[in-house]
């Protein structure tokens, strides 16, 4: 007797018997196809029945832990722009920041991944090669980090990918390159001397005394005094107001360079700043300056304008214009020091630094008079008080070193 045939069942050209959803293509591939809750038919191709079906078992635990595969086509760079209209609550010169470093070292191929194809391998890859190909410093690279880790935290909130292939990269970078904090070396009080009276006895750099020296001697960041006004000091009191910051955006949009006033990012940024009587006398020789040179500030940026420190068109200054004034002077000082004494000599010498670095100065000096550590955080606008330690810890470990030196000195002379 004939045996019937089953209704509905369905074997490959092997007389292997196909599943609910599994199908051989005229080629001699495997195709499966399901419908997700939405209503949505999907598929996934294959060139053998086996591993078609380990594709199969994926889809499976991917529905039941709630992963999406309808999205496993989107690229890194597709939740890169998702992540972008979703992102809230950051400063506007943060996220274009952010934007910026994407879109440099990110988009044009480690983006055009799939991100459900994605592993933490690939990531290390990409990692390395930002550190040994490109050369980028640890900082830069954390930038990179920092935008990747949210862009790819998207995915795994929206039930795209189980985990953030990101997650702990960058600790295991910094180990495997030998990365550290990288140091911030404030000015010696011997090098501080010689800056500010180098440019005391300079006609030509006479005129950057007052901001530089204001800034070696309030903390303030360099968006801070950039963006000071006249308005925002009070020289009978003598206070200096913080509350907003002078930007300058150097990137790649429609806009391309441009200035742009910020509130501080946290509440500890906006704050009050005694003055010494020498930051005093600076703001005023800075007055006198430009009423002698008939200089007046015309700059006007977000409705801000009546700014202190202008250049010579009346025009606000910016932190690259700063930082080459600075690059300039050390060379001409250290240039007139060796001419004058000679290399054998030992001679102090401006080293290489930048105007972060007079704010680090003013820290450290701070923090080597002992003034009370809550008093340096606030006037320094320390959201956090560890930024505050490490700047504590470090000076007071190299006094420590100094006074320990000069006691071995001692004993030494002593014959003890």
Known sequence: ??????????????????????????????????????????A???????????????????????????????????????????????????????????????????????????????????????????ILKIATIDNVHNVLHQVFQVAVDDGIIRAN?????????K???GFEREKKNALTVEQQKLFFDYMLNSPKDRHWYPIFYIMANTGMRVGEITGLRWRDIDLEEGIISINHTLVYYNHRDEKGCY???????TKAGEREIPMTEGVKQAFIMEREYQEEAQITSIGRVDGYDDFIFVNRYGDVQNQGNLNKAIRRIMRDCNDEILEKYGADSDPVLLPHFSCH????????????????LKVIQNVLGHADVSTTMNIYV????????KEIAAFGDYLASSSI
């Open 1 to 42: 007797m004939a045996k019937k045939k089953q209704v509905g069942v369905r074997y490959d050209n092997n007389r292997t018997r196909l599943k609910t959803g599994e199908s051989q293509r005229p080629n001699g591939t495997y195709v499966y196809r399901w419908t997700t809750a939405d209503g949505k038919r999907h």
């Open 44 to 134: 996934t191709y294959a060139p053998t029945l086996e591993q078609l079906r380990e594709q199969e078992e994926q889809i499976i635990v991917d529905k039941h832990d709630g992963i999406r595969s309808d999205k496993k086509h989107l690229t890194v760079n597709d939740m890169f722009n998702l992540w972008c209209q979703l992102k809230r609550g950051i400063k506007d010169s943060t996220f274009k920041n952010y934007i910026y470093m994407y879109e440099l070292f990110v988009m044009p191929a480690f983006g055009k991944n799939r991100i459900t194809l994605v592993k933490k391998s690939d990531v290390r890859k990409f990692y390395n090669s930002l550190a040994d190909g490109k």
């Open 165 to 173: 292939p990101t997650d702990n990269m960058l600790k295991e970078l």
């Open 175 to 177: 180990m495997s390159h």
């Open 259 to 265: 200035f742009s006033i910020n509130t501080p990012k």
């Open 357 to 372: 670095i007079l704010r680090h100065t003013f820290a450290t000096r701070l923090c080597e008079s002992g003034i009370n």
């Open 394 to 401: 470090d000076v007071t470990n190299a006094l420590k070193k």
